[in-house]
């Protein structure tokens, strides 16, 4: 369970998050759909405390993370698995050191099962046989799975995504949906996931929320958010140019 | 009218003081705890240690061939013919003690820290630095650690064998001017001390770890692209470099000139 209580956060003059309010239960997916730039990585990185906010809290299972030293914070983020928006993969390891090094970290394993849990990994997203590359050597889409194989190497109970289809063909993109789905369904994972992608955000949300001027401005079902009358959620989901939305 | 002085801050000087020292407390810490990252702590012995050697190696022949030089141009002419073989301890003693350790000090400034700096500040912006946080990966324990100690142990490695060359090329240059080579040897043999060697080492050790924090420093505090890690690259060479210069004036007074008795 996560309770996000009056997330606010600036840099310099440029007010990013303004009182975000929001809960995601534990085995639910939550989509957070909203304009580019409008503070959603900014977001996710608060979740994590890789950014600590200038006012309000974030409750993971009953502990503050903004107040929480490096250590304790070590402690919790084995709990989390992040799929950065550009992979962030290392780039001086090759994918194999790159997938294992949360799992060497996490979780005590021998060398081989090591190996093993790699190549199990890198297959969960659609990749085999690029173990001894390093990622200077990889596509776009494959530095993207890669990093999510980092990500679920070491079984996290919490994914966070972050726009995990961009910069991937729409038959790999529907693949990661599946993967999320699956995740879901058979280890009970909780998942937030950042996206622009309407269609993914319908097949795998239980809940979408939509960030919109350093807001939560709506939250609800799919069904919901669709039916919804507020005027800037029509206009992202339907990708209108003509609304009130009108920067961009 | 307001003076540009003002906004030179020292509160900013001070503030700035105080992340060095953070971050200097916090490496040290985590050079002694476990576990260890060696593969990373191998791979930086032979970076700043095996592939500084030929830089090492030119500057510090050239270094004490233009100390024995001058020296030798002055024994000859303030105190006569002969007596050049007197320069020996001299020379060695300046070699060891300062110009060896300085310049090895700035070249690995010049070579490692920069490197450091654009490392980690590529990481930085890259959000390696994150990926480390978010797979319970300290940086300081990852990547400042080992890149410290490394610095630390090969500062003053490399040095010795800074020394060893000056004093040899010094050697040779005397001995091709014609000075006596037994006089000079039993000179220097008699006057330089392990002490002065030790001094000089002592020295480059601390600059070693100035190079390794600075350069950490700058990079881990990078911002913006490319731009900023081209910042962050010049300003670790140029702050540490006026570090060691600044350092080493000082520590050469507060050193004991001798050990012991
Ligand atoms: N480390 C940072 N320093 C300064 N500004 C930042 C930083 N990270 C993000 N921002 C700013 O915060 C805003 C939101 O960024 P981001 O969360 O990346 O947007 P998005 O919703 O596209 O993921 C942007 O205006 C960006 O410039
Ligand atoms: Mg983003």
Request: proline residues 3%; contains cysteine.
């Amino acid at each position: 369970m996560i309770r996000i209580n009056d997330l606010h956060k600036s840099f310099g003059q440029n007010k990013v998050l303004q009182g975000i309010n929001l809960h995601i239960q534990n085995g639910e997916t939550l989509t957070i759909i909203g304009q580019s730039g409008s503070g959603k990585s900014v977001l996710l990185k608060h979740i994590l405390g890789l950014i600590r906010p200038d006012r309000g809290s974030i409750i993971v299972d009953g502990v503050d993370i903004c107040g929480s030293s490096e250590a304790e914070l070590n402690n919790i983020r084995r709990k989390f698995g992040l799929l950065f928006q550009a992979a962030a993969l290392f780039d001086s390891l090759t994918v194999a050191q790159n997938v294992s090094f949360g799992l060497e970290r996490y979780r005590d394993l021998s060398p081989k099962e090591l190996q093993k849990r790699v190549k199990e990994t890198l297959a969960m997203v659609g990749l085999r046989e690029i173990e001894q590359l390093m990622p200077h050597e990889l596509s776009g889409g494959m530095k993207k799975r890669v990093g999510l194989a980092r990500a679920i190497a070491y079984e996290p109970e919490i994914m966070l995504y972050d726009e995990p289809s961009t910069g991937i063909d729409p038959i790999r993109a529907d693949a990661i949906n599946e993967l999320i789905i699956k995740m879901k369904q058979e280890f009970r994972i909780t998942s937030v996931v950042i996206t622009h992608d309407m269609i993914s955000a319908y097949k795998v949300a239980d809940r979408i929320a939509m960030l919109y001027n350093g807001k939560i401005v709506a939250v609800g079902t799919p069904e919901e958010l669709r039916k919804s009358d507020n005027q800037i959620v029509q206009q992202f989901i339907h990708g209108r140019a003509e609304g009130p939305i009108k920067e961009w | 009218m307001t003076l540009p002085i003002k906004s030179f801050s020292f509160h900013l000087i001070l503030q700035q003081v105080g992340e060095v020292g953070l971050l200097f407390g916090r490496t040290t810490i985590n050079i002694f705890r476990k576990p260890r990252e060696t593969k990373i702590f191998i791979q930086q012995l032979e970076e700043v240690g095996v592939r500084s050697l030929l830089v090492v190696s030119l500057t510090a022949a050239f270094g004490g061939l233009v100390f024995a030089l001058q020296t030798y141009i002055g024994f000859h002419r303030y105190i006569g013919v002969g007596s050049e073989a007197y320069g020996g301890p001299i020379i060695s003693l300046g070699l060891t003690k300062e110009l060896i350790p300085i310049l090895v000090g700035l070249m690995v400034a010049g070579r490692v820290g920069s490197a450091m700096a654009a490392e980690i500040g590529t990481m930085k912006i890259t959000e390696q630095i994150d990926a480390l946080y978010s797979l319970g990966a300290d940086p300081i324990r990852y990547l400042v650690a080992p890149r410290t100690l490394a610095c630390f142990i090969m500062v003053p490695v490399l040095t010795l064998y800074g020394d060893i060359i000056g004093i040899v090329c010094a050697y040779f240059f005397n001995v091709g001017m014609g000075v006596n080579r037994i006089v000079y040897l039993r000179n220097t043999l008699l006057y330089l001390e392990l002490w002065d060697v030790l001094g000089g080492l002592i020295k480059a050790g601390i600059f070693g770890i100035v190079i390794a924090i600075i350069g950490s420093w700058q990079g881990l505090k990078t911002e913006g692209g490319a731009e900023g890690v081209g910042r962050a690259t010049t300003r670790a060479v140029v702050i540490s470099s006026i570090i060691i210069l600044i350092l080493n004036f000082f520590l050469s007074k507060v050193m004991p000139e001798r050990l012991g008795i």
